[in-house]
């Protein structure tokens, strides 16, 4: 019978990914929302400050590979728990002037990104088990949908409240206990070889299955992990008046969430992959279409679940295909850092395309079109990716 706990590094993983994930609340919806308050070119704002941002993120990331490889990951790790402390320093400094400076937020998040995001998907990789991966996922993103559930309760009380620069402190505070608990965590597959990024192209370049798992990045970086979150936080924001609202709301959606996430831990298997793909892309894309035809409360409500949801599910099957994979042959020891460069690479290189499209179309002037074109994109980069998805089978 096999073992159904998880081990004592996996645990401190998911303690670890709940506290990003308030500081992430924090500096998502919430900080969408207050620069629309008191911007009212927002949507070229925050679109300006995510490109900057995941652009020094991917030359971050390419930059401190080759440390990062040869060097313990932890300490970079830490290091980026230290600068998002900075960040939100910054925020409480400056109050309604973070509008003037949104490219030097940018690029600090992109840093912060880099030496903290970046080595914590290796370290993922090297402690947990393909064995305990599906609960890892599952059970992980539920604790984590708990508190995504509470904390945008409180969190926009609190800014309601207070305001949204006094909620920093706080946030401070999260960053300085996921400072502490890093130090429960080990780095793996520690190599004195130097970083070969040419060396693993040629390597990776006749693997069809690893160039597939790259463009389901690319497109997951385009939708799901960057672009379409801004958009589904901007019709929630546009619908909703105040931070209370706009939290409780986030709860609901966390809510819905967090229940398909136990059930993806309790139920999911490997041959479900192509069921629960197509299923999800049909009510994403439903969705879609209701929203773009009749942007009404309740198909903004519709449109943010499937996101939530099913979308959700959709990333949680590639992201298990990826790790799963991460883990056979030279990817699992001596090409991991090679494995996980490419792959931000792919992954932020979607993220900056989506955000790049989103300036281009804010420029118009005319909101509602410049959104309702990158739903339309959208929804049919989602189509692509499930696609890809399901004829990627991982054994």
């Given at each position: ?230 958009v589904a936080s901007l019709v929630i924001i546009r619908a909703l008046t105040n931070d209370t609202a706009i939290g409780d ?134 189509v692509i990716m499930s696609g890809l998805i399901i004829r990627t089978k991982i054994k």
């Amino acid at each position: 019978m096999k073992n159904k706990k998880l081990s004592f590094p996996t645990k401190v993983l998911i303690l670890d990914n709940i506290l990003c994930k308030i500081f992430s609340i924090f500096s998502g919806i919430f900080l969408s929302a207050y620069l629309y308050k008191i911007s009212e070119e927002y949507v070229f704002q925050l679109a300006l400050y995510n490109v900057v941002g995941w652009v020094f993120a991917t030359i971050g990331a390419i930059f401190l590979a080759d440390i990062i490889k040869r060097k313990d990951k932890i300490w970079f790790y830490r290091v980026g728990i230290i600068i998002k402390a900075v960040y939100a320093f910054i925020i409480l400094i400056l109050g309604q002037g973070i509008t003037n400076h949104v490219v030097s937020l940018g690029i600090l998040d992109g840093i912060a990104t880099a030496t903290n995001g970046f080595p914590f998907n290796m370290i993922e990789s090297e402690n947990i088990t393909n064995g305990e991966r599906i609960r890892y996922l599952g059970y992980g993103n539920a604790l984590t949908g708990i508190v995504s559930i509470i904390a945008p309760l409180i969190i926009g009380r609190y800014i309601t409240e207070t305001s949204y620069t006094a909620t920093a402190v706080p946030i401070i505070v999260i960053t300085i206990l996921e400072l502490l608990v890093s130090f429960f965590l080990k780095s793996k597959n520690k190599t004195t070889e130097k970083l070969n990024l040419r060396s693993f192209f040629n390597k990776f370049k006749k693997d069809k299955t690893l160039w597939k798992l790259y463009v389901i990045e690319f497109l997951k970086g385009f939708n799901r992990n960057g672009v379409m979150n801004l958009v589904a936080s901007l019709v929630i924001i546009r619908a909703l008046t105040n931070d209370t609202a706009i939290g409780d709301w986030s709860s609901v959606f966390a809510l819905l969430s967090t229940v398909a996430m136990l059930l993806f831990a309790k139920f999911y298997k490997k041959n479900y992959q192509s069921l629960v793909i197509i299923l999800s892309t049909l009510i994403i894309s439903i969705s879609t279409i209701l929203v773009i035809l009749s942007p009404n409360f309740m198909a903004i409500v519709f449109y943010n679940i499937s996101c939530e949801v099913f979308l959700h599910l959709i990333e949680k099957v590639s992201s298990l295909n990826l790790f799963n994979y991460s883990a056979k042959g030279i990817y699992k020891s001596r090409c991991n850092t090679e494995y996980f460069t490419f792959r931000e690479i792919f992954l932020n290189a979607g993220r900056i395309l989506g955000y790049l499209a989103l300036m281009i179309l804010a420029l118009s002037g005319v909101i509602s079109i410049a959104i309702n074109t990158m739903f339309i994109i959208v929804a049919v980069s989602v189509v692509i990716m499930s696609g890809l998805i399901i004829r990627t089978k991982i054994k």
